[in-house]
């Protein structure tokens, strides 16, 4: 079962972090992968926040070939970051080429567009350069979008760690959400790797999704151009995020509804208990049948973690104001946060929603049952 | 004096030219009657037998050879094929020593004789095709191990229902924000959704069916939804409904066709104001699985004073529904003019759909359907359903199998993204070797929202003799000897109603506990997993793509 560890944090954090968090809830990932996503950048993309960050993987050729086509497309490179490349003793990972973190002035001809046009060019642009590398694996994109970092490798995720030079010169930012990736009947590949991520929505999972098929299926033919990949079957939890939230318009806490909806006779305990059936209905092949716990944020920085009823072990956040956990197991809090007050951890339950707002302030947890939140700070 | 050709018997037909030879045993048979009086064909019959015995007489001991000359009664069947035995084997249900059985007979020739006086043979029943169907070749083969557990059929909760209706798309639905809050816009049109057992009965009217028949039908469809909380929906056929039933509050339960003929259909629009709940949808029959293009025919002894009421007719005489909606040009006209009006009637709180055969054209029906606001769901019919009568060669050489239909018609759904918007319903050949809730399941996992079943509750709640070797398909004559298909009192008073209401909430509850055990290990219990295709394998490379599902071996 995959492993999930994510940070939401009022400073920046390290990635490390993270990863450490991983390799201590080791006992329940293969240790075929470690995939980040980092939201809300330090150090030196600090000063970077309005330009999109194209995160990949490159060939030589790959690299050449991106640079050329983003040449062309009229993207202006600023800024470029590389890992400090560690190999050696203990560190099992294979280089693949040039692990890149790029980031760009939108081109001439955008700058003043809508941020609409902006995102379509930059999701359309990410979709083109993966097409691009998808014949000879010169290439793998992850994300494109501003402030954000995507890295992804097979490996141990601790090994990764290391060999990203984690340890050394790490990548720090306000939230951090790491995977460490367990293959299950789908091959090692690295669009198969969490976390995924579009257009500021980035969600991770664990646990299989049965009803992946019908899930897919219904988001591909949403006739929107970035629900596409789908080499795992946890995509789909992230273009459902932005579907619900993105293209519907929808709060985030019926993203909960959408994927996990209520039994009919307890829609009455909810102030929109009319809506409930409505969308039961209209959303009825977005409903997951388990057993998953996803974590994921917002374009605006909100981190959440929920699962479905079927999740034996439910998910735990935990940490101090200003600074949360979340994490699929408990001995990852205790890596990360092992000072926090534990009776305050939130082990939710099946219709519960925990929300992280931006900035780390306070949790807040939703009841889907009833619709109320609480919130602990 | 005898021609020769008389003589030699030349131009009669040997017993080895029929479907069906009748075993008798001479030594077993008490010559009581019972099998010559019951056989719905005649096709057996009384007969004395001249035998000539040698034996040995013993005079003044000596042994000497002697004949005698014995007439013994013996049950003879009759080489004629307008008596041909269907093989019902009712003769045996009734004799008390099991001295008679019919047996099939794989060499028999008879479609080379059946069309008498040009008339081409007729029949009910279903295509006689005793082949196993696409359907029983599928597998379900993604069982959850290990890395999602798979569920425990007895333990978990399970969501075993579908929703038949039209659901509107996330973006069309009718809300408005407050706030946090999604709200329902006041006054805005929703089009009625029922949420319902996935597995129908499909339509079979009053008048195919006998009193009792039907009956049993409905209030075992009655006790299923009020005391066993499985909400089971059952089409009317065409033929309306009872008077007492249309103004009943378990009209809710039924859904009345509309097909070509429009009988009864006088009767249900004027006892709408007396109406105290709608009906669970309302059925447009444009076609029929078991006889594509073909229409309907209530044969003149079949119409009886409760069918004539019913139907709105007078009594014995010929009910013929044509072939196609006489009133309709074309789809658009029929979607506009059927679905909007009938759906009026009932201001517009009843979802109204079509029922077609399955047919290669079926894609532009459905592609039609799909741009129609009002156009609540669509039945497929395929060829392995069943009819109450046709002509033979409708039934075994007409139609579209079930399973490429609806996966075509689902695939076609997701393309334009309204998979979730119209509800596909399949039919024809569910449960025809008796797996009822597999094959519900893998059509469901191709792309059904849920399917219907005809002759299965035949067989499995009224022990329907029928099968795909021809056997019995009387149902077209009135002479059905079950009682299920018929208006002859001295028929249908074989059947007891009750009993069928029994059988028919067996079924469902059984039915229930296997669709269970089948999504339990896929991992699939919140949701019907409709359009799943990826829990679907099968031996066969070209069915497997055809489907577009997985190829195993």
């Given at each position: 079962?995959?492993?999930?560890?994510?940070?939401?944090?009022?400073?920046?954090?390290?990635?490390?972090?993270?990863?450490?968090?991983?390799?201590?809830?080791?006992?329940?990932?293969?240790?075929?992968?470690?995939?980040?996503?980092?939201?809300?950048?330090?150090?030196?993309?600090?000063?970077?926040?309005?330009?999109?960050?194209?995160?990949?993987?490159?060939?030589?050729?790959?690299?050449?070939?991106?640079?050329?086509?983003?040449?062309?497309?009229?993207?202006?490179?600023?800024?470029?970051?590389?890992?400090?490349?560690?190999?050696?003793?203990?560190?099992?990972?294979?280089?693949?080429?040039?692990?890149?973190?790029?980031?760009?002035?939108?081109?001439?001809?955008?700058?003043?567009?809508?941020?609409?046009?902006?995102?379509?060019?930059?999701?359309?642009?990410?979709?083109?350069?993966?097409?691009?590398?998808?014949?000879?694996?010169?290439?793998?994109?992850?994300?494109?979008?501003?402030?954000?970092?995507?890295?992804?490798?097979?490996?141990?995720?601790?090994?990764?760690?290391?060999?990203?030079?984690?340890?050394?010169?790490?990548?720090?930012?306000?939230?951090?959400?790491?995977?460490?990736?367990?293959?299950?009947?789908?091959?090692?590949?690295?669009?198969?790797?969490?976390?995924?991520?579009?257009?500021?929505?980035?969600?991770?999972?664990?646990?299989?999704?049965?009803?992946?098929?019908?899930?897919?299926?219904?988001?591909?033919?949403?006739?929107?151009?970035?629900?596409?990949?789908?080499?795992?079957?946890?995509?789909?939890?992230?273009?459902?995020?932005?579907?619900?939230?993105?293209?519907?318009?929808?709060?985030?806490?019926?993203?909960?509804?959408?994927i996990t909806p209520l039994k009919d006779a307890e829609f009455a305990g909810r102030p929109d208990g009319a809506?409930?059936?409505?969308?039961?209905?209209?959303?009825?092949?977005?409903?997951?049948?388990?057993?998953?716990?996803?974590?994921?944020?917002?374009?605006?920085?909100?981190?959440?973690?929920?699962?479905?009823?079927?999740?034996?072990?439910?998910?735990?956040?935990?940490?101090?104001?200003?600074?949360?956990?979340?994490?699929?197991?408990?001995?990852?809090?205790?890596?990360?946060?092992?000072?926090?007050?534990?009776?305050?951890?939130?082990?939710?339950?099946?219709?519960?929603?925990?929300?992280?707002?931006?900035?780390?302030?306070?949790?807040?947890?939703?009841?889907?049952?009833?619709?109320?939140?609480?919130?602990?700070? | 004096?005898?021609?020769?050709?008389?003589?030699?018997?030349?131009?009669?037909?040997?017993?080895?030219?029929?479907?069906?030879?009748?075993?008798?045993?001479?030594?077993?048979?008490?010559?009581?009657?019972?099998?010559?009086?019951v056989c719905p064909t005649r096709a057996i019959e009384a007969s004395v037998m001249a035998q000539r015995l040698?034996?040995?007489?013993?005079?003044?001991?000596?042994?000497?050879?002697?004949?005698?000359?014995?007439?013994?009664?013996?049950?003879?069947?009759?080489?004629?094929?307008?008596?041909?035995?269907?093989?019902?084997?009712?003769?045996?249900?009734?004799?008390?020593?099991?001295?008679?059985?019919?047996?099939?007979?794989?060499?028999?020739?008879?479609?080379?004789?059946?069309?008498?006086?040009?008339?081409?043979?007729?029949?009910?029943?279903?295509?006689?095709?005793?082949?196993?169907?696409?359907?029983?070749?599928?597998?379900?083969?993604?069982?959850?191990?290990?890395?999602?557990?798979?569920?425990?059929?007895?333990?978990?909760?399970?969501?075993?229902?579908?929703?038949?209706?039209?659901?509107?798309?996330?973006?069309?639905?009718?809300?408005?924000?407050?706030?946090?809050?999604?709200?329902?816009?006041?006054?805005?049109?929703?089009?009625?959704?029922?949420?319902?057992?996935?597995?129908?009965?499909?339509?079979?009217?009053?008048?195919?069916?006998?009193?009792?028949?039907?009956?049993?039908?409905?209030?075992?469809?009655?006790?299923?939804?009020?005391?066993?909380?499985?909400?089971?929906?059952?089409?009317?056929?065409?033929?309306?409904?009872?008077?007492?039933?249309?103004?009943?509050?378990?009209?809710?339960?039924?859904?009345?066709?509309?097909?070509?003929?429009?009988?009864?259909?006088?009767?249900?629009?004027?006892?709408?104001?007396?109406?105290?709940?709608?009906?669970?949808?309302?059925?447009?029959?444009?076609?029929?699985?078991?006889?594509?293009?073909?229409?309907?025919?209530?044969?003149?002894?079949?119409?009886?004073?409760?069918?004539?009421?019913?139907?709105?007719?007078?009594?014995?005489?010929?009910?013929?529904?044509?072939?196609?909606?006489?009133?309709?040009?074309?789809?658009?006209?029929?979607?506009?003019?059927?679905?909007?009006?009938?759906?009026?009637?009932?201001?517009?709180?009843?979802?109204?759909?079509?029922?077609?055969?399955?047919?290669?054209?079926?894609?532009?029906?459905?592609?039609?359907?799909?741009?129609?606001?009002?156009?609540?769901?669509?039945?497929?019919d395929g060829e392995d359903g069943a009819t109450g009568a046709a002509y033979n060669v409708s039934m075994d050489?007409?139609?579209?199998?079930?399973?490429?239909?609806?996966?075509?018609?689902?695939?076609?759904?997701?393309?334009?993204?309204?998979?979730?918007?119209?509800?596909?319903?399949?039919?024809?050949?569910?449960?025809?070797?008796?797996?009822?809730?597999?094959?519900?399941?893998?059509?469901?996992?191709?792309?059904?929202?849920?399917?219907?079943?005809?002759?299965?509750?035949?067989?499995?709640?009224?022990?329907?003799?029928?099968?795909?070797?021809?056997?019995?398909?009387?149902?077209?004559?009135?002479?059905?000897?079950?009682?299920?298909?018929?208006?002859?009192?001295?028929?249908?008073?074989?059947?007891?109603?009750?009993?069928?209401?029994?059988?028919?909430?067996?079924?469902?509850?059984?039915?229930?506990?296997?669709?269970?055990?089948?999504?339990?290990?896929?991992?699939?219990?919140?949701?019907?997993?409709?359009?799943?295709?990826?829990?679907?394998?099968?031996?066969?490379?070209?069915?497997?793509?055809?489907?577009?599902?997985?190829?195993?071996?």
């Amino acid at each position: 079962m995959c492993r999930l560890s994510a940070i939401s944090s009022a400073e920046y954090t390290s990635v490390m972090d993270a990863v450490m968090a991983l390799d201590t809830m080791k006992e329940g990932h293969d240790g075929s992968g470690l995939g980040v996503t980092l939201k809300d950048l330090g150090g030196e993309f600090e000063h970077l926040k309005e330009y999109p960050i194209l995160s990949g993987i490159y060939s030589d050729a790959g690299r050449r070939r991106t640079d050329e086509y983003m040449e062309r497309c009229g993207f202006k490179a600023k800024f470029t970051w590389e890992p400090r490349i560690t190999e050696g003793a203990g560190i099992n990972v294979q280089r693949r080429g040039h692990y890149l973190a790029t980031a760009y002035q939108f081109p001439d001809h955008y700058r003043d567009r809508p941020w609409s046009e902006q995102e379509e060019l930059l999701t359309r642009t990410r979709l083109e350069l993966r097409r691009q590398g998808t014949d000879d694996d010169s290439l793998y994109v992850f994300s494109f979008w501003p402030d954000t970092i995507t890295l992804k490798e097979v490996g141990d995720p601790l090994e990764v760690g290391r060999f990203f030079g984690f340890e050394q010169a790490p990548l720090t930012a306000r939230v951090v959400l790491a995977q460490g990736r367990q293959n299950t009947n789908y091959s090692i590949q690295l669009y198969a790797c969490h976390p995924f991520f579009l257009q500021g929505y980035c969600t991770m999972t664990n646990g299989e999704n049965t009803a992946f098929v019908p899930n897919r299926d219904f988001l591909a033919s949403r006739g929107f151009y970035g629900y596409h990949g789908y080499d795992s079957d946890s995509e789909v939890f992230c273009h459902t995020l932005h579907y619900s939230h993105h293209q519907l318009g929808y709060p985030l806490t019926y993203f909960k509804d959408v994927i996990t909806p209520l039994k009919d006779a307890e829609f009455a305990g909810r102030p929109d208990g009319a809506t409930l059936g409505l969308l039961k209905r209209s959303l009825r092949q977005l409903c997951i049948d388990g057993p998953n716990c996803t974590i994921g944020f917002l374009p605006d920085n909100t981190v959440f973690l929920t699962h479905d009823s079927k999740k034996l072990r439910p998910g735990i956040v935990g940490g101090k104001t200003g600074h949360y956990g979340l994490m699929s197991e408990e001995c990852g809090l205790d890596q990360v946060l092992p000072r926090r007050q534990r009776q305050d951890d939130i082990i939710p339950m099946r219709y519960e929603l925990v929300i992280i707002p931006p900035g780390a302030q306070e949790v807040q947890v939703w009841n889907q049952r009833n619709g109320s939140i609480t919130t602990v700070s | 004096m005898e021609s020769a050709q008389r003589l030699d018997h030349n131009s009669e037909l040997s017993l080895l030219e029929f479907p069906y030879i009748i075993r008798w045993r001479e030594d077993r048979c008490s010559r009581c009657g019972r099998c010559t009086a019951v056989c719905p064909t005649r096709a057996i019959e009384a007969s004395v037998m001249a035998q000539r015995l040698v034996h040995t007489d013993t005079e003044g001991g000596t042994l000497l050879p002697a004949t005698i000359r014995r007439v013994s009664t013996v049950i003879r069947q009759v080489n004629d094929i307008d008596h041909h035995c269907v093989g019902c084997g009712t003769c045996s249900l009734v004799c008390p020593n099991m001295a008679i059985m019919p047996e099939y007979n794989p060499r028999h020739k008879f479609l080379f004789h059946k069309n008498r006086g040009g008339v081409p043979y007729a029949r009910g029943g279903r295509r006689n095709d005793p082949a196993t169907s696409t359907l029983d070749k599928l597998k379900f083969t993604r069982i959850s191990m290990l890395t999602d557990p798979s569920l425990d059929a007895g333990r978990h909760e399970f969501y075993i229902r579908t929703l038949m209706g039209r659901n509107l798309s996330a973006e069309a639905l009718p809300l408005e924000r407050q706030g946090d809050l999604l709200l329902p816009r006041p006054g805005a049109f929703i089009p009625p959704v029922r949420e319902i057992f996935p597995i129908r009965i499909g339509g079979m009217s009053i008048g195919a069916l006998s009193p009792p028949m039907w009956e049993g039908l409905a209030m075992g469809v009655a006790y299923l939804n009020e005391v066993e909380n499985i909400p089971v929906v059952m089409c009317s056929g065409e033929g309306g409904l009872p008077p007492r039933l249309l103004k009943s509050r378990y009209l809710k339960y039924f859904i009345p066709q509309i097909a070509s003929g429009y009988f009864g259909w006088d009767e249900i629009i004027h006892a709408l104001p007396e109406m105290i709940e709608d009906p669970a949808a309302i059925e447009i029959k444009y076609g029929q699985g078991a006889k594509p293009g073909d229409g309907g025919l209530l044969m003149a002894y079949k119409v009886l004073k409760l069918i004539a009421k019913i139907r709105g007719v007078p009594m014995y005489v010929d009910l013929a529904s044509p072939p196609t909606h006489q009133t309709k040009y074309s789809i658009e006209e029929a979607v506009a003019k059927m679905i909007q009006s009938v759906s009026m009637a009932w201001g517009f709180r009843v979802p109204v759909y079509p029922k077609i055969s399955g047919t290669k054209t079926a894609l532009a029906v459905l592609n039609n359907l799909a741009r129609h606001p009002y156009a609540a769901a669509l039945t497929i019919d395929g060829e392995d359903g069943a009819t109450g009568a046709a002509y033979n060669v409708s039934m075994d050489k007409m139609g579209h199998p079930i399973a490429s239909n609806l996966r075509d018609c689902y695939l076609e759904l997701v393309k334009s993204g309204k998979q979730n918007e119209l509800p596909l319903f399949a039919a024809g050949g569910v449960g025809k070797e008796a797996n009822l809730a597999a094959n519900a399941a893998a059509l469901i996992l191709l792309g059904a929202s849920g399917v219907d079943i005809g002759k299965y509750i035949m067989q499995a709640a009224a022990e329907c003799y029928g099968d795909e070797h021809n056997r019995c398909n009387l149902c077209n004559l009135g002479r059905c000897p079950r009682g299920i298909t018929t208006q002859d009192p001295r028929l249908y008073r074989r059947l007891d109603a009750d009993r069928v209401a029994q059988r028919v909430v067996d079924i469902f509850k059984s039915a229930e506990t296997e669709l269970k055990k089948i999504f339990a290990p896929m991992g699939r219990s919140t949701q019907l997993p409709i359009g799943m295709a990826d829990g679907l394998g099968v031996g066969d490379q070209a069915i497997a793509d055809r489907l577009q599902i997985s190829y195993v071996c």
